[in-house]
C-alpha cells in the first residue's frame, strides 16, 4: 500500500514537523483545503510541507466555522487514487459521510479515522451531547480501523464497538525545533515564581479564571507574575482585568508561533496554568520541562481534549480536584513553598511523560499494518 494520505481541513504550523516525518518513512501525503479558512486562530502552514502536501478544493460555508467543510469525494478519490486514506474525525465535513460511502461501494481499500474518541469537549452531561456522541459510532463502524489520541479515547471506542480495530497513535509536537529554541534561549522572568499560560484566546480556555487565579496567588506571594501568550477577540476584556497589574505583574505577549520567541517564556515560568480546557498546550509545556497546574474534568468543567492524559500528578504537574480559583491558587503557592515545582522540572528534563514525534510515527506504522491485513 504505498498511496497514503491524511484527509485534514488545513495544516497548522505544530503538525508539519510530524507530517513531514510520516512522509519520510511511510511515504504518506497529506490532503488539505488549497484555500483554507481564514478566521482559524492557527498559523497554518501546508506550503511547508513541500511534496508531503496535496492541496485540494474545500469548500467553507460559514467563515466562523472552520469545522464545516465539504469537497467532493468522487473527485479526490479520482485524483488520488489512495491505497489508504486516514480521515481526521469530524461529523461536519463530507469525510465522515461520503468516505464511508465509498469504502462501503469498494471505491475505497482501507479507511482509518483519527479521532478523540469521544468528543471530550462536550461530555455526556446533556442529552444533545450524549446523541452526538453516539452519532459518531455508525462512521466508525464502516472504517477498517480508528486511530485516536490517547488510551481514554481508544477504550470508549472499543466499548462500544468491541469488534473494531482501534490503534493509539498519541499527540506530539516537534521536539526537534524546541530543543534548538531551549539551546539558544535566555529565560525570561517578571517575578517569583512565574506563572504562565498560552493558547488562543477563547470562552473554554478560561483566561479570565487564569487572572483570577494569579491575583489570589499574589495575595501570599507578592513578587508573583504572570505571562499570557495569545491573542482573540476577549483579550482587551482580559487586560481591562488586568487593572493596574497590566504591565506590572501581568503580561500579555499577543499570538506567538515561533520556537525561538516561545522559549524564552516557557523556560523562564516555574508552572503552566490550566483553568479552562487542557489542549496541545500540555505537549507545548512539557516539552520545555514545564509542570502543569489543572483541574480534573468535572460536570461543571473544564471539558478537556485528550492531551489532559499527560498531567500526571506528581510526575508532569498537580491536579487540584476543587474547581475552584483560591483552591488552585493555593496549591500554586503551596508546591511553590515546597519546592515541588522546582523538582517536577527537574524530574521532567528526563521523564518524557507526553508522546514524541517518534513515538507516533512509530504508532502509525502500527495502524498501517493493521489496515495491510
Known sequence: MSRVFIIQREVPHYRVG??????????????????????????????????????????????????????????????????????????????????????LRGRLRRLAYW????????????????ALQFARLPVFATADAIATYTEEGARWVKRCLPWQQVVTLGNALDQTAIDAATAAATPRRHGEPQLLT???????????????????????????????????????????????????????TGALYEE?????????????VLAGAAGLSVNHALAYALPIA?????????????????????????FVDRYDDEAMAEAIVAAHRKGSLAALRQSLRSDRVAPTTEDVVANFGKLLDLLRR
Open 294 to 318: 489543572a483541574f480534573p474534568r468535572s460536570r461543571q468543567g473544564p471539558f478537556h481534549h485528550p492531551e489532559i492524559a499527560y498531567v500526571v500528578e506528581g510526575r508532569s504537574g498537580l
Open 260 to 272: 525561538t520567541e516561545l522559549a524564552p517564556h516557557f523556560l523562564g515560568a516555574d508552572v503552566f
Open 18 to 103: 510530524l507530517f513531514q516525518r510520516l512522509h519520510e518513512h511511510y511515504g504518506v501525503k497529506v490532503v488539505a483545503a488549497a484555500e483554507p479558512p481564514t478566521r482559524t486562530g492557527l498559523q497554518l502552514a501546508a506550503d511547508r510541507l513541500g511534496d508531503a502536501f496535496v492541496p485540494f478544493p474545500m469548500h467553507f460555508p460559514d467563515p466562523d466555522d472552520a469545522f464545516r467543510v465539504t469537497f467532493s469525494v468522487t473527485d479526490l478519490l479520482g485524483e488520488l487514487a489512495p491505497d489508504v486514506i486516514v480521515s481526521e474525525s469530524n461529523l461536519r465535513s463530507t469525510a465522515s459521510w461520503g468516505l464511508p460511502k465509498a469504502r
Open 115 to 130: 479521532t478523540h474518541g469521544w468528543n471530550m469537549e462536550r461530555g455526556f452531561h446533556k442529552p444533545k451531547n450524549v
Open 198 to 252: 498560552s493558547g488562543r484566546i477563547r470562552e473554554d480556555k478560561a483566561f479570565d479564571r487564569v487572572i483570577e487565579v494569579f491575583f489570589r496567588v499574589k495575595q501570599r506571594l507578592p513578587d508573583a507574575a504572570l505571562t499570557i501568550i495569545g491573542d482573540g477577540p476577549a483579550r482587551a476584556a482580559l487586560e481591562r482585568q488586568a487593572g493596574d497589574e497590566l504591565n506590572r505583574s501581568i503580561r500579555f
